[in-house]
């Protein structure tokens, strides 16, 4: 099973590069932005605490988020491979997910990076904004704050990564294709 953390800033183009991997690969796309968002949107209790978390910007608790991810995994462990997208976001859910994995006999394959600039990040997240009516899109304070979070707690993901060889890191500006060669030419290598 490939096994593919995708990883990079809030509006690096994850999850429209999961799109392109997906139809190339057959992975299961585990997105937590995804699964938080249907959650918040369900009006339960938990949907609104997660509500006020997410609408400022900061992060749901690790507890939360690992219980989300190991159920889609053990629910479908006959796919391919996973991409793993908002997901680790810290040190302590990255050696969650290898203990997780490891007790089902499986490993991250590659964390593989989407480098993009801070200053294309605000514009992409913008305008992302507009289409998708995200209201924690449309807030330059709030996405100032998610790139800060980004920063402080989850870019030191990279190093743990690093320290096992599973690290790379894939330029994230230019055209879909143009960045979606290089994820291609990342994940074929490690195939």
Same mark, same amino acid.
């Given at each position: 099973?490939?096994?593919?953390?995708?990883? #990079? /800033? /809030?509006?690096?183009?994850?999850?429209?590069?999961?799109?392109?991997?997906?139809?190339?690969?057959?992975?299961?796309?585990?997105?937590?932005?995804?699964? @938080?968002?249907?959650?918040?949107?369900?009006?339960?209790? @938990? #949907?609104?605490?997660?509500?006020?978390? +997410?609408?400022?910007? &900061?992060?749901? /608790?690790?507890?939360?988020?690992?219980?989300?991810?190991?159920?889609?995994?053990?629910?479908?462990?006959?796919?391919?491979?996973?991409? !793993?997208?908002? !997901? /680790?976001?810290? %040190?302590?859910?990255?050696?969650?997910?290898?203990?997780?994995?490891?007790?089902?006999?499986?490993?991250? %394959?590659?964390?593989?990076?989407?480098?993009? &600039?801070?200053?294309?990040?605000?514009?992409? +997240?913008?305008?992302? #904004?507009?289409?998708? #009516?995200?209201?924690?899109?449309?807030?330059?304070?709030?996405?100032?704050?998610?790139?800060?979070?980004?920063?402080?707690?989850?870019?030191?993901?990279?190093?743990?990564?690093?320290?096992?060889?599973?690290?790379?890191?894939?330029?994230?500006?230019?055209? @879909?294709?143009?960045?979606?060669?290089?994820?291609?030419?990342? +994940?074929?290598?490690?195939?």
């Amino acid at each position: 099973m490939f096994n593919l953390v995708i990883f #990079g /800033p /809030p509006g690096s183009g994850k999850g429209t590069q999961s799109e392109n991997i997906i139809a190339k690969y057959g992975f299961k796309h585990l997105s937590t932005g995804d699964l @938080l968002r249907a959650e918040k949107n369900s009006g339960s209790e @938990l #949907g609104k605490k997660i509500k006020d978390i +997410i609408d400022a910007g &900061n992060l749901v /608790p690790n507890e939360l988020v690992q219980e989300m991810v190991k159920n889609n995994v053990v629910k479908n462990r006959d796919a391919k491979g996973f991409i !793993f997208d908002g !997901f /680790p976001r810290t %040190t302590d859910q990255a050696a969650w997910l290898d203990q997780m994995l490891s007790e089902i006999g499986e490993s991250v %394959t590659m964390m593989l990076a989407l480098d993009v &600039n801070d200053d294309e990040l605000r514009v992409r +997240i913008m305008e992302r #904004g507009k289409v998708s #009516g995200r209201a924690d899109d449309q807030n330059i304070d709030i996405v100032n704050n998610r790139i800060a979070v980004y920063k402080q707690q989850t870019q030191p993901v990279i190093d743990f990564y690093a320290k096992q060889n599973k690290y790379v890191s894939v330029e994230g500006v230019g055209t @879909l294709d143009e960045v979606f060669g290089r994820i291609s030419k990342a +994940i074929d290598s490690a195939l």
